[in-house]
């Protein structure tokens, strides 16, 4: 029997160790904020998120892709008092951002929440690219991510390198404003032409550059129906019923601002407003009274795309602006002025005039 038990221990007690390192040195901070260092994070929340969830208190969570990445903790928290924790992620779907919504609420504690409400037309799904198994309960399930040779590599030294344990302060975490590769194209169209001059391969701007020199714009001539149950459907599962289950925290979901310019060469234009519409229209009308919605789609700065790095990414200060209009109780979309708010809307829309770009984009050398 000695000898059994001997042969099970040599077996499985180097694989017990490098669990119990691993799990003390905790890169990702799933577990435990950090032993032996300073804490630092992964840029990208869906890595971080589940850490700062668990060991970081919070009473308001900004949730949204990179429409709210720039709105930082400290931006929050002057605006609105309370202790904020942004957790958007970049370019996510409802779903996978419910993974997120679903473990903040089962922490509790959290008053408000401020969500995007970025529209895309159907299930739109991208929960594949979560590593959902950091979300799990099961700490034997979370150990996953972190049982491969880099990290094995970085716990058996301590390593508190960049690529081990990240080199991010909270405040910076997913905060893209702070990258020239994105704020260098911000003050108007001559640094987009700059920009693509540069690198002719530039993923956001060549496809935008392509549309210049094909010349072929939309407006909005049609009322069409909407074809959104789908989409709203999704939304519901993923969003709203947490919202309806959940009475006692303030939900604000804010209506990204894009440039007019993303709507004139945008070729599915009338079902994309028609069903845009539709959808905050059923938000509306479930009647919430802790859902409010935000919006400056009835504003000039749409049309000024010196605030725009691309189609649809503003500067900071629109992100100060949503925060300040939730707390003033300004541009709000409500029953009784959804009509005239994209009314407004259609209006700058069709009359927005691109042939000023269009004609420097072929001119372009």
Same mark, same amino acid.
């Given at each position: 029997?000695? %000898?059994?038990?001997?042969?099970?221990?040599?077996?499985?007690?180097?694989?017990?160790?490098?669990?119990?390192?691993?799990?003390?040195?905790?890169?990702?901070?799933?577990?435990?904020?950090?032993?032996?260092?300073?804490?630092?994070?992964?840029? #990208?929340?869906?890595?971080?998120?589940?850490?700062? %969830?668990?060991?970081?208190?919070?009473?308001?969570?900004?949730?949204?892709?990179?429409?709210?990445?720039?709105?930082?903790?400290?931006?929050?928290?002057?605006?609105?008092?309370?202790? =904020?924790?942004?957790? $958007?992620?970049?370019?996510?779907?409802?779903?996978?951002?419910?993974?997120?919504?679903?473990? &903040?609420?089962?922490?509790?504690?959290?008053?408000?929440?401020?969500?995007?409400?970025?529209?895309? *037309?159907?299930?739109?799904?991208?929960?594949? *690219?979560?590593?959902?198994?950091?979300? $799990?309960?099961?700490?034997?399930?979370?150990?996953?991510?972190?049982?491969?040779?880099?990290?094995?590599?970085?716990?058996? &030294?301590?390593?508190?390198?960049?690529?081990?344990?990240?080199?991010?302060?909270?405040? #910076?975490?997913?905060?893209?404003?702070?990258?020239?590769?994105?704020?260098?194209?911000?003050?108007?169209?001559?640094? =987009?032409?700059?920009?693509?001059?540069?690198?002719?391969?530039?993923?956001?701007?060549?496809?935008?550059?392509?549309?210049?020199?094909?010349?072929?714009?939309?407006?909005?001539?049609?009322?069409?129906?909407?074809?959104?149950?789908?989409?709203?459907?999704?939304?519901?599962?993923?969003?709203?019923?947490?919202?309806?289950?959940?009475?006692?925290?303030?939900?604000?979901?804010?209506?990204?601002?894009?440039?007019?310019?993303?709507?004139?060469?945008?070729?599915?234009?009338?079902?994309?407003?028609? #069903?845009?519409?539709?959808?905050?229209?059923?938000?509306?009308?479930?009647?919430?009274?802790?859902?409010? %919605?935000?919006?400056?789609?009835?504003?000039?700065?749409?049309?000024?795309?010196?605030?725009?790095?691309?189609?649809?990414?503003?500067?900071?200060?629109?992100?100060?602006?949503?925060?300040?209009?939730?707390?003033?109780?300004?541009?709000?979309?409500?029953?009784?002025?959804?009509?005239?708010?994209?009314?407004?809307?259609?209006?700058?829309?069709?009359?927005?005039?691109?042939?000023?770009?269009?004609?420097?984009?072929?001119?372009?050398?």
């Amino acid at each position: 029997m000695r %000898i059994v038990i001997a042969i099970l221990t040599a077996i499985f007690l180097p694989y017990i160790a490098l669990g119990a390192l691993l799990y003390v040195y905790d890169p990702l901070q799933i577990y435990h904020k950090p032993f032996f260092r300073e804490a630092t994070f992964y840029g #990208d929340r869906r890595l971080t998120a589940p850490g700062l %969830i668990k060991n970081y208190e919070f009473d308001g969570v900004i949730l949204g892709t990179s429409m709210l990445e720039n709105t930082t903790p400290q931006m929050a928290t002057r605006s609105l008092g309370g202790k =904020w924790m942004n957790l $958007s992620l970049s370019g996510s779907s409802y779903d996978s951002r419910r993974l997120v919504l679903e473990k &903040v609420l089962q922490k509790g504690g959290v008053k408000h929440i401020i969500y995007s409400l970025d529209y895309t *037309s159907g299930r739109n799904s991208n929960i594949h *690219s979560m590593p959902s198994y950091l979300f $799990s309960e099961n700490k034997f399930e979370q150990m996953r991510f972190y049982v491969n040779k880099k990290f094995i590599a970085c716990a058996l &030294v301590f390593s508190t390198s960049e690529s081990c344990v990240g080199l991010k302060k909270l405040e #910076d975490v997913g905060v893209w404003a702070k990258n020239p590769w994105h704020t260098k194209r911000f003050g108007g169209f001559e640094n =987009w032409i700059k920009e693509f001059k540069r690198d002719k391969n530039h993923k956001q701007l060549k496809p935008h550059f392509n549309d210049f020199k094909r010349g072929k714009t939309y407006t909005l001539a049609r009322n069409l129906p909407a074809k959104n149950a789908e989409t709203i459907a999704f939304f519901e599962e993923n969003l709203l019923k947490f919202a309806r289950q959940s009475p006692q925290v303030k939900f604000s979901l804010v209506v990204p601002t894009y440039s007019l310019m993303m709507y004139r060469f945008n070729r599915n234009l009338e079902q994309f407003f028609a #069903d845009r519409v539709a959808f905050v229209r059923y938000i509306l009308e479930a009647g919430l009274p802790n859902v409010e %919605i935000v919006g400056f789609d009835d504003t000039d700065y749409a049309s000024e795309i010196k605030y725009y790095k691309d189609y649809t990414h503003y500067d900071v200060n629109m992100n100060q602006m949503q925060l300040d209009a939730i707390k003033s109780g300004e541009h709000r979309i409500t029953k009784a002025n959804l009509q005239s708010y994209f009314a407004t809307q259609k209006e700058r829309i069709n009359g927005y005039d691109v042939s000023g770009f269009i004609k420097k984009a072929k001119e372009m050398k």
